[in-house]
């Protein structure tokens, strides 16, 4: 089993940053591919970023990219999510999540994706 708590939502005006943590317990994390996706209100749940187990290989949105970055620390335990430059379009619930498989294929499905967090809110004013 894994466990995964997301931390550091919360409410900052545009153009404002924010950090998200990723905290996982359970099984070995550093083996795990991780990703967050997002969710606002009345909308289906879209990717966000992706990032490979040792770090070395992101992707990201064309939504977000150039103003989120994805990083982890696997002697934490942890993945990160920096957002910079926030918009009122990103206000939404933000969900840390684990692939099921170690590849990049279908990275931005969420049906490829088996353990998630309980997700941490993101509001951002205009």
């Known amino acids: 089993q894994v466990q995964l708590v997301e931390s550091g939502g919360g409410l900052v005006q545009a153009g404002g940053s924010l950090i998200l943590s990723c905290a996982a317990s359970g099984r070995t994390f550093s083996s795990f591919v991780a990703g967050w996706f997002r969710q606002a209100p009345g909308k289906e749940r879209e990717f966000v970023a992706f990032?490979?187990?040792?770090?070395?290989?992101?992707y990201y949105a064309d939504s977000v990219k150039g103003r989120f970055t994805i990083s982890r620390d696997n002697a934490k335990n942890t993945v990160y999510l920096q957002m910079n430059s926030l918009k009122p379009e990103d206000t939404a619930v933000y969900y840390c999540?684990?692939?099921?498989?170690?590849?990049?294929?279908?990275?931005?499905?969420?049906?490829?994706?088996?353990?998630w967090g309980q997700g941490t809110q993101v509001t951002v004013s205009s």
């Open positions: 999540t684990r692939k099921s498989d170690a590849t990049r294929a279908a990275l931005t499905s969420p049906s490829s994706y088996d353990y």
């Open positions: 990032i490979s187990w040792r770090g070395g290989s992101t």
